[in-house]
C-alpha cells in the first residue's frame, strides 16, 4: 500500500497526534505514507469526510505521487467512504479498515479470530448497500432489482448468517469462562484480580513479565498483544494475584471492535484491581490518559480501584531513586508508582501498594 493519509484538523494537538499514530497504522500493515493532507475544517461534511474542493486535490496528488491508497484518519460513514472511492477512483480506507486489518494479521487464538472476523464482517456489512445500488444501475434496467444488487444481496444474507453463527460460538465461550472464573473464586477468596490496561505499546506486557516472569511477546509496535494472558504471583501473608495481560487501547477505536472484543474486555470487567499503564516517556501520554479512561467508563469500570503505573521512567532518569524523586501526578486521581518494567525499578513498590489494596479487599 502506497498511501496518501488524510485528516480533518479541529483541536491541532490531539489531531496531529492521531495523525502521526495513523502513520504507524499504515506501517504495521507494510505500508508506505507517501504523504498527508490537512484540511481545517470545524464539522466534516455529510457526503465527502472533507470539503469536496478537497476531493479534487486529494485525487490530482494521488495521481501525481503514483499513490494507490488513500487513508482518512476518522471512521467514514458507508456513503462516505462509497462516495469517495468514486470520486477519487483509488482505493480509500479509514482507521477502523487499518485496526481490522493488524487484528487480522496477528491473532492467534481461536476467540480472537472470531472476534477479528467479527467486527470486520460488522464494519463491511453497512458498505454493501452503496455499492450493490452502482452495480445495478450499471446493468439493470429501471425499476428492477439489476444483477448488482442480486449479487450484494447474496452476500449480505451470508455476511449477517456469519455474524449470527460467530455470535453464538462467542457467547458459548463467555459462558465458559465465566464458568472458569467462579471456579478460581471458590479456590480461595484470598486470590485477587488484577487487569494490566492502557495505551496501546505503554510496556503493559513488559510489565507481566517483570511481575510474573511469565515470558509474553513484547514488542515496539501497536497491537503487539491481541490475545488475554493470566499468570499468577504470590504475595506474603497467603495473598496470591492472577495477573491478566490484555489488548492496548487506541483512540477513535472502531466501535465495532470494542463490541467484538467484550469477551476479553470481560477480563477488565471482572477485575478487583486494575493497573492502568503510562508511558511517561511519550509526550503525549495525558491524551493518551483520558483516552483509557474513557474507555474503561463505557465498559462500566471507572468505579474499579486503580493504580496508575508510570512507566518507561529509565528514558527520563539514570537510576531508581532519581526515578522514585519523579513527582506523581496529583490529578490522576489514584495512587501511582514510578517504574521501568525493562530495568525492574519500582516493581517491588508496585507489589506492595498492589498488597495494599488486595488487604483491603479480602479484608472486607
Ligand atoms: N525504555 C523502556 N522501554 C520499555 C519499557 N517497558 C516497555 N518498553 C518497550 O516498549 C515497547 C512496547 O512494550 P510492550 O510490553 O509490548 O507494550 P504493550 O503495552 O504490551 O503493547 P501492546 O500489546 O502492543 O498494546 C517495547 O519495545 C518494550 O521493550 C520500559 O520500562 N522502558
Ligand atoms: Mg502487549
Known amino acids: 500500500m502506497k498511501a496518501i ?52 486535490e486529494i485525487k490530482q496528488v494521488a495521481q501525481g505521487i503514483e499513490a494507490d491508497a488513500i487513508v482518512f484518519d476518522a471512521f467514514l460513514s458507508p456513503s462516505q467512504h462509497y462516495n469517495l472511492e468514486k470520486a477519487i477512483g483509488k482505493k480509500v480506507y479509514d482507521r ?13 487464538s481461536k476467540t480472537a479470530k472470531l472476534q477479528v472476523e467479527l467486527a470486520k464482517l460488522t464494519h463491511e456489512l453497512p458498505r454493501l448497500y452503496g455499492k450493490g ?18 449479487q450484494a444481496e447474496i452476500k449480505r444474507r451470508w455476511i449477517k448468517k456469519r455474524i449470527e ?7 458459548e465461550v463467555r459462558k465458559q469462562r465465566a464458568e472458569q472464573r467462579k471456579r478460581r473464586e471458590r479456590l480461595s477468596d484470598r486470590i485477587i484480580r488484577v487487569a494490566l490496561v492502557g495505551y496501546t505499546n505503554v510496556g503493559k506486557s513488559s510489565l507481566m513479565k517483570a511481575m510474573t516472569g511469565t515470558d509474553t511477546f513484547v514488542a515496539d509496535m501497536p497491537f503487539a498483544t491481541l490475545d488475554t494472558k493470566t499468570s499468577s504471583r504470590d504475595l506474603p501473608e497467603g495473598l496470591k494475584i492472577l495477573i491478566t495481560d490484555t489488548v492496548g487501547f487506541i483512540r477513535r477505536l ?6 467484538s472484543f467484550k469477551a476479553t474486555l470481560e477480563e477488565v470487567q471482572e477485575a478487583d484491581i486494575i493497573l492502568h499503564v503510562i508511558d511517561i516517556s511519550d509526550p503525549g501520554w495525558i491524551n493518551k490518559v ?11 469500570c471507572d468505579e474499579k480501584p486503580v493504580i496508575y503505573v508510570l512507566n518507561k521512567a529509565d528514558r527520563l532518569v539514570a537510576s531508581e531513586e532519581e526515578a522514585f524523586n519523579l513527582t506523581e501526578p496529583a490529578f490522576l486521581g489514584g495512587k501511582a508508582v514510578v517504574v521501568s518494567a525493562v530495568k525492574g525499578w519500582g516493581i517491588k513498590k508496585l507489589l506492595e501498594v498492589i498488597r495494599e489494596y488486595a488487604k483491603e479487599l479480602v479484608e472486607v
Open 133 to 150: 445500488k452502482e452495480l445495478s444501475r450499471l446493468g439493470g434496467g429501471v425499476g428492477t432489482r439489476g444483477p448488482g444488487e442480486q
Open 290 to 300: 483520558q483516552v483509557v479512561k474513557n474507555i474503561l467508563k463505557d465498559l462500566g
Open 254 to 259: 472502531p466501535p465495532e471492535l470494542v463490541e
Open 165 to 171: 453463527q460467530i455470535k453464538k460460538e462467542l457467547q
Open 96 to 108: 477502523a479498515d487499518l485496526v481490522l486489518e493488524i487484528f487480522s494479521r496477528r491473532v492467534r
Open 5 to 56: 493519509v488524510v485528516s480533518l484538523f479541529r483541536e491541532e494537538q490531539e489531531d496531529r497526534e492521531s495523525l502521526e499514530e495513523l502513520k504507524e497504522l499504515v506501517k504495521a500493515v507494510d505500508g508506505k505514507v507517501l504523504g498527508y493532507i490537512i484540511q481545517r475544517r470545524r464539522e466534516p461534511d455529510v457526503r465527502y469526510y472533507v470539503g469536496a474542493g478537497k476531493v479534487e
